[in-house]
């Protein structure tokens, strides 16, 4: 049995090294996925292109003005004389947002009174106006704590001292690069798998694997070993890369990091190799296999938090392996996760993956012809 | 002459008709075309969205008072938290660890004593910023919701609030900030890459593996001719999903509709074509389905997927990718449909980008004119 | 109207294949006259279907001039294209359309006007007798029924010139019959000149004229009578009361002087070489009864004779190790009232027959006549709807591992691991089959000896030769020395000499006590099995030793039938019997 097990991977893995298309879908599509992903995928703005019509000649306007210039999130591309420029600009794409200093800006500042700010934002893409929205906010809040300091105010009975954990300076480069261990793992597995029955089945080749003395349980597994070792290849690969490469820093345990892989591996390979006992031909099982990456990804919360989710939604994400392997991946890498706390992660894959297994090796048996 | 051209139509009318039927019937175009579209918007409609609400926040408020209960009901009250308390610091930590909670405000003990003799009273948020965006989100409706306190405190006692500058925004064509007004419309460009390019390069794709083209080739059909008859269906089919994408845009999804529907008919026929030429020029090189759709998927895909404005901001992009991002038709499609849903019809970014679009498909054209000829070799 | 139809002279056509060059036509100058049938016949790799797309301007020349009805197909390929009728290998069919659209659509492209469509429909549908079917799709059809729709569709518009690309390939004897109809019917009513490749060696005598084509150059252009005329003399029928039809051929093989020894009927047919008269004393000095007379020489003797030079004509057999005679229990292959459902329909009907050991079972009929089906069920690849299969006293669908330990299979396709070598092939299929250490080594050597296999070790199996693949695809199957082995269809596609061989080995096999069941829609192969059984639709048309099938369609006309005649009789009495 094992020696079945032993010669079944290693042809597994002689078909697929050797075959140059295989090769390329093994190398080609994480390569260039790393680097769209590990440079483009990013909410973090920069240089949002802001546009101020400073109707104020005194030094209240021109000092907020210095400070937003200052930002490293702003870009002051252009100072309006006219509040007819204001609707073409933002129409245009040419700025993301105007600020309008009033013509009486400073004198109200001066005289200690409260005077308003007014700002336009484009819309379109809510999620960065939102956030310019809040970097603005910051700068004049800050600007308001030194008015106030400066007027010989206490300022605002409250303060506010922020924290953020983990990831210190809000870099979403943190966020997502980790991420992409779980995608890729996930991609590069699935199709792995998924491909390898359906094209022995194309090929001819299954029917004279099965005719031989070869147990189903021993071309299970001997299916599954190549997707595990590639993928824990993969991971491996991606992980150094984020870590030396992309400066992220590995904070958590290595061992506990490696067994959520092996459990996602595990599962990701029960599916493929589920995908794959379904489908006749290789063109349906990139098909099936297409059909479950875009849900899964999208819902494991990836890019987007699985919690803003409606409920319904999120209960399907449940059945998401990748869901789990996120939180791993990330709470090994960020947050400093053990074991222990992991638990509640490593379970539902290996539920996944047994069912999953199961149910391959089940198709397999009953779907010969 | 005459009857030139009407070999040329019944030839034209022979093409068009057989791929219509084989549309027909097979279940996987016809699953790419319509089901894929329906899936990814109720994914995208539903599923997705970067706008936060019941933030699981930890309170822990060492000393129990009205002024620490007035705070915390101004986080009951904002919508975007679900605020839970805890008895120690240390217990909220834990909570924060096994990711129960995302964030903790914490009021220590001298809160309400700082507050009445007039000193700072600091609050100390912590964030769990593993999710960048989203803590950065969290963090400014912590900003919001403290500040609607200190208005209603001061107000209360009748006090000046020290906050010179009030900041008055006003946010264009998508006022409530929800981000589905600003996904669905970018998905359509989505579905047309998926139905222009990948299921194109899978067709004619599969006329070379099963040997049809072959058969075609030594007909009086000339490649301009068979290319341009197997597209038109092709096309439809593209204009179709997009509009039913459109229609399930507004009246499922309510998104506005701003522009006009020629603009959107223009723009969508100008990046379909765009779409189809991509999509022959990958079927010519790989001649093989599997090739095909591997490559279709790697190079128009993903790419509008995520270099196309769709969901990450270009303009935030490093130098060297902005620069990859002009060769992505879908961004292009991204820009004028986002602005067409929300904004209405902004002639000079439709036209800039319409005229982007004409410029690949020119070069698309070129190189599918020199690949494309009626030979094996 | 005299000129040729199609000239090629010094035609050169070269692939580059990675590094290598591969010279597909190496000076091929050719004639075909108008109105006439010109058969284009070479072994698998000989560089048919190369010449053929040149002709329909597919492929770039690399040198030599090509004119097609006057005109030069390297320029003006469409010019070509708009006169010209082509059949590709695999019919340029549309499975998803039905047989009536995938007419309206060639016949749109033809531009066919809509006023003669009508006639001409019906003058095709009357040739092919598809009218019943012509709402039914094409994927759905038999493939003898595809071929004749991709002929119907190559002369929707009757072409001046018809190009068919082995046409009859994989198609059952009737329908081949119906094809060549066809096909004479078009040169005699339109003038039509047609130009066909073929690998039936007797397809050959029923073209007007012959090119012999062999690794991209020509042996020879001449009607096929020419090509024998230069044989006579030298073939003959042997055959003997007292020594068993295939040992005496195995045995005359092995004969030098014998160029080429084939079962016919109970007969052995053999071809000597030149100065070698075809005395018993010099055949087989031990056989007192043996008869020996002279036959007219075939077109497959003038192939067999040519080719059998060019080739390495000394085939080793690989060492077989004799199978011990099973004491206990039945027969090694037993089928009783087996039958198989696919939705309604009934693919085989309650058929019953058993094999014994050391036989050389076959399972002939047409395509679509459940053979396959009937297969597949006995080596457990399909469950059974009812009725009772053991193979070696098991069930194989429910048997352990070791059950199927001891039976071989060798598909209808090439179905081992293409981009595998031939080495790594060998080693995975003997580790399947429990063979490990020193044991595995040594049947791989075995192997790659026996089966000459040497040179393509460290090929890859997908881009072996085709006959090569054969052998390899048979090698695997006998890693762990089976006794008892499936062969589907082993020799489809095939050359004549690569079939040869094939079938020397299996007689080997045989001979040693293996019991082979083998299913095949080449007629003439039947006389190499013991015991046969034909099928059609799904039952047993008639079952026996193929003498006994053969007279069964013994008439006073037709007092010697070949296996062929006797499987169409039997198909047509079937048939009027309904």
Redesign the interface.
């Known amino acids: 049995m094992l020696?079945?097990i032993?010669?079944?991977a290693?042809?597994e893995f002689?078909?697929l090294l050797?075959?140059p298309?295989s090769r390329?879908?093994l190398i080609?599509?994480p390569i260039?996925?790393l680097i769209?992903?590990g440079?483009?995928?990013?909410?973090?703005?920069?240089?949002?292109?802001v546009a101020i019509y400073n109707q104020d000649s005194g030094a209240g306007g021109r000092a907020?003005v210095s400070r937003i210039e200052g930002s490293p999130h702003f870009e002051v591309v252009s100072h309006l004389d006219h509040d007819a420029q204001i609707p073409?600009l933002?129409?245009?794409?040419e700025v993301?947002l105007v600020l309008h200093i009033g013509p009486r800006f400073s004198a109200?500042?001066s005289q200690?009174?409260?005077?308003?700010?007014?700002?336009?934002?484009?819309?379109?893409?809510?999620?960065?106006?939102?956030?310019a929205?809040?970097y603005?906010?910051?700068i004049?809040?800050d600007?308001?704590q030194h008015?106030?300091t400066n007027?010989g105010?206490?300022?605002?009975?409250?303060?506010?001292?922020?924290?953020?954990?983990?990831?210190?300076d809000?870099?979403?480069h943190?966020?997502i690069i980790p991420g992409i261990v779980g995608l890729l793992t996930l991609v590069v597995t699935l199709v792995v798998t998924a491909l390898s029955v359906a094209r022995e089945r194309e090929?001819?080749?299954f029917?004279?694997?099965?005719?031989?003395?070869?147990?189903p349980t021993a071309i299970l597994v001997g299916k599954s070993i190549p997707g595990l070792v590639i993928g824990i290849v993969e991971a491996t690969f991606i992980i150094v890369v984020a870590m030396l490469w992309f400066d992220i820093p590995l904070r958590g345990h290595v061992g506990a990091l490696y067994l959520g892989l092996l459990l996602f591996l595990f599962s990701a390979v029960g599916m493929g190799l589920m995908i794959s006992a379904i489908s006749v031909t290789?063109?349906?099982a990139?098909?099936g296999a297409?059909?479950f990456l875009?849900?899964a990804v999208?819902?494991s919360g990836f890019?987007?938090?699985i919690?803003?989710?409606?409920e319904a939604?999120q209960l399907l994400t449940y059945l998401d392996p990748l869901r789990y392997f996120l939180?791993i991946v990330?709470?090994v890498f960020?947050?400093g996760?053990g074991y222990a706390?992991l638990m509640d992660q490593y379970w539902p894959m290996a539920i996944i993956g047994m069912v999953s297994l199961v149910a391959a090796g089940w198709l397999f048996r009953h779907r010969?012809? | 002459m005459k009857t030139q051209r009407a070999a040329r139509a019944m030839r034209f009318k022979g093409m068009i008709h057989k791929e219509w039927l084989q549309i027909l019937r097979d279940p996987?175009s016809i699953?790419i075309a319509f089901l894929m579209p329906v899936?990814?918007l109720f994914?995208?409609g539903?599923?997705?969205?970067?706008?936060?609400?019941?933030?699981?926040i930890g309170f822990v408020i060492d000393q129990p008072d009205s002024n620490s209960a007035s705070?915390r009901a101004s986080f009951d009250h904002s919508g975007f938290f679900a605020p839970r308390s805890f008895g120690s610091i240390q217990e909220a930590q834990q909570a924060?660890?096994?990711?129960r909670i995302?964030g903790i405000i914490w009021l220590r003990s001298n809160f309400s004593s700082s507050?009445l003799s007039?000193?700072?009273?600091?609050?100390?948020?912590?964030?769990?910023?593993?999710?960048?965006?989203?803590?950065?989100?969290t963090?400014?409706y912590?900003?919001g919701a403290?500040l609607a306190?200190?208005n209603q405190?001061?107000a209360r006692h009748g006090r000046d609030?020290?906050?010179?500058?009030?900041?008055?925004?006003?946010?264009?064509?998508?006022?409530a900030?929800?981000?589905r007004?600003?996904l669905v419309p970018g998905l359509v460009a989505i579905i047309m890459t998926l139905t222009g390019s990948l299921l194109t390069a899978?067709v004619v794709a599969r006329e070379w593996e099963r040997g049809t083209m072959e058969a075609l080739m030594v007909t009086p059909l000339n490649m301009q001719e068979m290319l341009i008859g197997k597209l038109i269906p092709y096309f439809l089919l593209g204009m179709g999903g997009m509009l039913f994408t459109v229609a399930l845009a507004v009246w499922q999804f309510e998104v506005p509709f701003r522009g006009s529907f020629l603009a959107l008919l223009g723009a969508s026929a100008l990046f379909m074509l765009v779409a189809l030429a991509l999509g022959l020029l990958i079927s010519i090189v790989s001649k093989n389905?599997?090739?095909a759709?591997?490559i279709a998927?790697?190079v128009t895909f993903?790419?509008a997927f995520?270099?196309s404005?769709f969901?990450?901001?270009i303009?935030?992009?490093?130098q060297?990718?902005q620069v990859v991002?002009l060769a992505v038709p879908a961004r292009y499609l991204v820009?004028i449909l986002?602005?067409l849903f929300?904004?209405g019809d902004?002639w000079?970014?439709y036209w800039a980008n319409m005229g982007a679009m004409a410029i690949l498909l020119v070069m698309l054209t070129v190189v599918v004119r020199k690949k494309a000829y009626k030979r094996l070799d | 109207m005299n000129d040729p139809a199609l000239i090629l002279r010094d035609v050169r056509k070269r692939f580059s294949n990675g590094d290598k060059e591969i010279l597909a036509l190496d000076g091929v100058s050719i004639e075909v006259k108008p109105g006439s049938v010109t058969g284009l016949i070479g072994p698998d790799g000989a560089g048919k279907t190369t010449l053929m797309r040149l002709c329909c301007g597919l492929l770039q020349l690399d040198g030599g001039a090509l004119e097609v009805l006057g005109m030069d197909a390297a320029n003006e390929p469409a010019a070509v294209q708009a006169v010209i009728g082509y059949m590709p290998q695999r019919f340029g069919l549309y499975e998803d359309l039905s047989v009536q659209e995938n007419l309206d659509l060639y016949a749109d492209l033809q531009g066919v006007p809509l006023s003669a469509r009508e006639a001409r429909y019906a003058r095709l549908m009357q040739m092919t007798g598809l009218a019943p079917f012509t709402r039914r799709l094409a994927g759905k059809l038999s493939g003898g029924m595809k071929q004749k729709l991709g002929l119907a569709c190559a002369l929707v518009r009757p072409p001046a010139l018809l190009l068919l690309d082995e046409p009859t390939v994989g198609v059952d004897p009737v329908s081949r019959r119906e094809l060549w109809q066809i096909v004479y019917s078009q040169v005699q009513e339109a003038g039509m000149s047609v130009l066909l490749s073929t690998a039936y060696l007797d397809e050959a005598e029923r073209c007007d004229e012959v090119v012999l084509l062999h690794q991209g150059k020509v042996l020879g252009q001449a009607p096929p009578a020419a090509f024998s005329q230069e044989m006579q003399g030298r073939t003959w029928e042997v055959s003997s009361e007292r020594v068993p039809v295939r040992r005496l051929q195995t045995t005359l093989a092995r004969q030098p002087g014998i160029i080429d020894a084939i079962i016919n009927g109970d007969r052995v047919h053999i071809i000597t070489a030149p100065d070698f008269p075809p005395e018993a004393i010099n055949l087989l000095p031990d056989t007192a009864d043996l008869q020996i007379r002279a036959v007219p020489p075939r077109f497959e003797d003038a192939f067999i004779d040519r080719l059998g030079d060019t080739e390495d004509a000394i085939q080793a057999t690989p060492e077989i190790r004799q199978v011990e005679k099973r004491e206990t229990g039945g027969q090694p292959i037993e089928v009783e009232n087996l039958e198989r459902h696919f939705g309604s329909f009934i693919a085989v009907k309650k058929i019953s027959f058993s094999v014994k050991q050391g036989e050389i079972f076959g399972l002939l009929g047409a395509n679509g006549a459940g053979k396959t089906t009937t297969f597949?069920m006995l080596?457990?690849?399909?469950?059974v709807s009812s009725g009772k299969v053991s193979v070696a006293g098991h069930d194989?669908r429910s048997a352990s591992?070791?059950a199927?330990?001891r039976?071989g299979?060798m598909?209808?396709?090439?179905?081992?691991?293409?981009?595998?070598t031939v080495t790594?092939n060998l080693?995975?299929?003997s580790?399947?089959?429990?063979l490990?250490g020193q044991a595995q080594k040594q049947r791989i050597h075995w192997a790659l000896e026996g089966f000459e296999l040497e040179p393509y070790a460290d090929t890859?199996a997908g881009t072996l030769p085709l006959g090569y693949k054969q052998r390899l695809a048979f090698a695997?199957a006998l890693m762990h020395e089976p006794e008892i082995l499936?062969l589907d269809e082993p020799t489809s596609g095939v050359d004549p000499l690569a079939r040869r061989e094939f079938w020397a080995r299996t007689n080997a096999l045989a001979e040693a006590g293996v019991t082979v069941l083998v299913t095949t829609h080449f007629m003439e192969e039947a006389d190499y099995c013991d015991h046969l059984v034909i099928m059609a639709e799904g039952t047993v048309l008639a079952a026996g030793t193929p003498h006994e099938i053969r007279a069964m369609a013994r008439t006073l006309d037709h007092p010697e039938p070949s296996m062929e005649d006797a499987f169409i009789t039997l198909i047509q009495q079937q048939e009027g019997g309904k």
Request: net charge positive; proline share 6%; aromatic share 10%.
């Open positions: 020696k079945h032993l010669a079944l290693l042809k002689l078909a050797r075959d298309r390329f879908v080609g599509p260039m996925q769209i992903f440079y483009a995928a990013s909410f973090d703005l920069d240089h949002v292109p907020l073409p933002v129409d245009n794409k993301l109200h500042l200690g009174g409260a005077t308003a700010l007014q700002v336009i934002l484009d819309g379109r893409n809510s999620n960065t106006a939102l956030l929205l809040n603005l906010r910051s004049v809040l600007y308001n008015l106030a007027q105010q206490t300022g605002p009975p409250v303060k506010l001292s922020m924290r953020a954990w983990y990831n210190e809000l870099d979403s943190w966020f090929q001819g080749t029917d004279q694997l099965l005719v031989t003395p070869l147990r290789q063109q349906q990139v098909l297409f059909l875009v849900p999208i819902l890019a987007t938090p919690a803003n989710m409606p939604v939180v990330r709470g960020l947050e996760d706390l010969m012809y | 996987s699953a899936v990814l994914l995208f539903y599923g997705v969205s970067l706008d936060a609400r019941s933030i699981p705070f924060l660890a096994e990711r995302d507050l007039g000193e700072d009273a600091p609050i100390a948020v912590r964030v769990n910023a593993v999710d960048a965006n989203q803590a950065r989100i963090q400014g912590i900003q403290w306190w200190m405190y001061a609030l020290p906050m010179p500058i009030a900041l008055e925004q006003r946010v264009w064509f998508n006022a900030l929800i981000s007004h600003y899978m389905q599997f090739v759709g591997q998927i790697i993903l790419p995520i270099l404005g969901i990450f901001d303009h935030s992009m490093p060297a990718i991002t820009s986002q602005s929300l904004a902004v000079p970014v | 597949r080596c457990g690849l399909l469950p194989l591992a070791r199927r330990g039976i299979y598909a209808q396709k090439f179905s081992l691991y293409g981009n595998l790594q080693r995975f299929f580790a399947a089959y429990n490990h890859n695997a499936f």
